[in-house]
């Protein structure tokens, strides 16, 4: 069964501080990992995009990293800001379905205090 | 920022209503999406398009349905809104490459 592990469920951060979230995902064939920001009441926002052959993206101060050997990513902030609160979703893609199939965590909810 | 817009953006209402709920794009994807998804859950698909005329259903049972006569149009209608129909319903289109959908700012629909 294709699924999408995310840790932690949730954090709490200083300002200026920096985090790493988890995704461990079992989606097979594999096409492509995104992370994506959820703010509170908002639709996803993509943050990076990794296909196989890539193990690392930047977007800023958001760093996504990828072994597709393990099925792991990781999605690691730096020097965190109040605007990064929000849940982070990680969406795999499978390569087999014509409709574009997306498996998406329940992401990880980062609050992040002054 | 994605151009893809829905309305109304809160809605509560009661127990047998019909409602529509309206999704929009104006950068002419020919796939579009809705999603429901629950506080601290993952979103799960249950209608998509391929086109005018083609609409599926998603992995999600819903008794929702939905509509694609223009392009940039893809309305999902509740025929008798229930209490368990609560939740934030999102939409989505993709252009070109499949999986770089883009979600609109969603949907919170209360039904009591």
């Known amino acids: 069964k294709n699924q999408v592990e995310q840790s932690p469920q949730s954090l709490i951060i200083l300002e200026g501080k920096n985090c790493t979230l988890q995704?461990?995902?079992?989606?097979?064939?594999?096409?492509?990992l995104r992370w994506y920001k959820q703010d509170t009441g908002r639709g996803p926002v993509s943050l990076t995009i990794?296909?196989?052959?890539?193990n690392t993206k930047s977007n800023g101060r958001y760093t996504a990293t990828l072994d597709a050997d393990t099925k792991q990513s990781s999605l690691h902030i730096t020097a965190s800001q109040l605007s990064d609160s929000a849940s982070y979703i990680c969406?795999?893609?499978?390569?087999?379905?014509?409709?574009?199939?997306?498996?998406f965590g329940r992401g990880t909810q980062l609050t992040v205090w002054p | 920022e994605a151009d893809i817009y829905q309305t109304p953006r809160y809605l509560v209402i009661g127990t047998g209503k019909k409602i529509t709920l309206e999704c929009s794009q104006t950068?002419?994807?020919?796939?579009m999406y809705w999603y429901q998804q629950d506080p601290g859950m993952e979103l799960h698909l249950i209608h998509y398009?391929?086109?005018?005329?083609?609409?599926e259903k998603g992995d999600l049972s819903s008794e929702s349905t939905v509509s694609r006569i223009r392009t940039e149009h893809f309305p999902l209608t509740l025929e008798s809104a229930r209490p368990s129909h609560t939740s934030q319903y999102l939409c989505?289109?993709?252009?070109?490459?499949?999986?770089?959908?883009?979600f609109g700012p969603g949907t919170r629909l209360t039904v009591t």
């Open positions: 995704c461990n995902y079992t989606v097979s064939p594999f096409s492509n």
């Open positions: 950068m002419g994807h020919d796939k």
């Open positions: 990794m296909t196989f052959s890539e």
């Open positions: 398009s391929y086109g005018v005329n083609s609409t």
């Open positions: 969406v795999v893609s499978d390569r087999g379905s014509t409709l574009g199939r997306l498996y």
């Open positions: 989505a289109s993709a252009g070109t490459s499949r999986y770089e959908q883009y």
